[in-house]
């Protein structure tokens, strides 16, 4: 049974105060990908720079989510609605509290994403790690893919589940023609056209 007896309870400090004390806009980049695309790297490398800049941001993983807040959740069509549901709502939390969220999650769905957009509006921004198939399972730094194929792991992205790439993405990064550094600039230059704080 769900509590009827709640109320929503305004802040005190304004999104726009809190963003003046960080010096940038807050948001979200939401990576999505397939395994193995370059997620985690990209969304890790670009936090440990901002941070290095003195931007608020964090990253929120899809292994370390599943290792506590999600972790009673499987791989079904259903579980993986509720892990976004989940985790679009604390990437919310982080990006009202003044925070660009960069988050790194396979996030097969064209539905759940939009679901995650309507949420957090403005602060959503979609971002495509785009990596061929046969690029990822060629890199496979986790041996998923050759897990995958024995049939060893059901349900993985791919290959025995559907991934559905995003029909507009506000950034498209190409993976598979970029290396590291050169998808780190393209990040950035998008960061610092969207987030830099201007009054």
């Given at each position: 049974?769900?509590?009827t007896?709640?109320?929503h309870?305004?802040?005190?400090?304004?999104p726009?105060?809190?963003c003046?004390?960080?010096g940038?806009?807050?948001?979200?980049?939401?990576f999505t990908?397939?395994?193995?695309?370059?997620?985690?790297?990209?969304?890790?490398?670009?936090?440990?720079?901002?941070?290095?800049?003195?931007?608020?941001?964090f990253?929120?993983?899809?292994d370390?989510?599943?290792h506590?807040?999600?972790?009673?959740?499987?791989?079904?069509?259903?579980?993986?609605?509720?892990n976004?549901?989940?985790?679009?709502?604390?990437?919310?939390?982080f990006a009202?509290?003044?925070?660009l969220?960069?988050?790194?999650?396979?996030?097969?769905?064209?539905k759940?994403?939009?679901?995650?957009?309507?949420?957090s509006?403005d602060?959503?921004?979609?971002?495509?790690i785009?990596?061929?198939?046969?690029?990822?399972?060629?890199?496979d730094?986790k041996?998923?893919?050759?897990?995958?194929?024995?049939?060893?792991?059901?349900?993985?992205?791919?290959?025995?589940a559907?991934?559905?790439?995003?029909?507009?993405?506000d950034?498209r990064?190409e993976?598979?023609?970029?290396s590291?550094?050169?998808?780190?600039?393209?990040?950035?230059?998008?960061?610092?056209?969207?987030f830099?704080?201007?009054?």
């Amino acid at each position: 049974m769900k509590s009827t007896n709640i109320q929503h309870t305004e802040h005190l400090v304004s999104p726009f105060d809190r963003c003046l004390k960080n010096g940038h806009r807050n948001g979200i980049l939401w990576f999505t990908g397939l395994s193995g695309s370059g997620k985690t790297t990209l969304a890790f490398e670009l936090e440990r720079i901002l941070f290095q800049k003195g931007w608020y941001t964090f990253v929120l993983d899809g292994d370390n989510m599943r290792h506590g807040l999600c972790a009673d959740l499987g791989f079904s069509a259903a579980d993986r609605a509720e892990n976004m549901r989940r985790v679009g709502q604390v990437a919310k939390l982080f990006a009202e509290s003044g925070c660009l969220v960069i988050t790194a999650f396979i996030s097969p769905y064209r539905k759940d994403r939009e679901q995650i957009r309507i949420l957090s509006g403005d602060l959503f921004h979609e971002v495509y790690i785009a990596t061929p198939l046969e690029i990822c399972e060629q890199r496979d730094p986790k041996g998923l893919y050759a897990k995958a194929r024995c049939g060893e792991i059901e349900s993985f992205t791919g290959i025995s589940a559907p991934y559905e790439p995003p029909k507009a993405p506000d950034l498209r990064v190409e993976t598979s023609q970029l290396s590291v550094e050169e998808s780190l600039e393209q990040l950035i230059e998008y960061v610092v056209n969207n987030f830099t704080l201007t009054q």
